[in-house]
């Protein structure tokens, strides 16, 4: 220990492990500068993404069907196809198949509805079913549109 003690007791001595602990120390800046930003790089490119995630999210629309039963003022039940709009663009040019067949030519689809060509963000629409032992669920149904982002489609077998 007195050894050590002496040769930092040296005025050269002293000045050398002192330069040699500045040039440690500023290595150890340098580095972490470096890191820092690197890190500072790497989480900017991730926020971008998410923007760009968020951007593009809110140009699509995302349709789903499936039926549901509603309960009727006769104390029965009606099915319905229901097609959701769960994203947050609108879905134009909407054509909807059931069975590779067009919705509304369907057998399981009552006749005199509306064609929905186009849904809003967030929104709804529906074809009154008529279900019978004939025509009965399983069917598939495919649903194609149009968005802010291109085209879409929704490929999905419905059951009850």
Not at 42 to 70: F, M, N, P, T, Y
Not at 78 to 98: F, M, P, Q, S, Y
Not at 103 to 127: K, M, N, T
Request: aromatic residues 8%.
């Amino acid at each position: 220990m007195k050894d050590v003690l002496g040769w930092f007791g040296t005025s050269g001595n002293a000045a050398f492990a002192a330069f040699v602990v500045s040039l440690v120390a500023i290595m150890v800046s340098a580095w972490s500068l470096i890191l820092g930003y690197r890190l500072k790089k790497r989480h900017i490119a991730i926020e971008e993404g998410r923007d760009r995630d968020r951007v593009s999210e809110s140009r699509k629309a995302r349709l789903v069907a499936h039926i549901e039963q509603e309960p009727t003022s006769r104390g029965g039940t009606r099915e319905l196809l229901v097609i959701e709009n769960k994203g947050k663009a609108e879905a134009r040019d909407i054509v909807v198949t059931l069975d590779a067949q067009p919705v509304l030519e369907h057998q399981a689809v009552l006749r005199d509805q509306a064609e929905i060509r186009q849904v809003g963000p967030e929104s709804r629409f529906q074809y009154i079913l008529a279900l019978s032992l004939d025509c009965y669920p399983p069917f598939v149904v495919e649903v194609n549109w149009t968005d802010d982002s291109g085209q879409q489609d929704y490929r999905n077998t419905l059951t009850l």
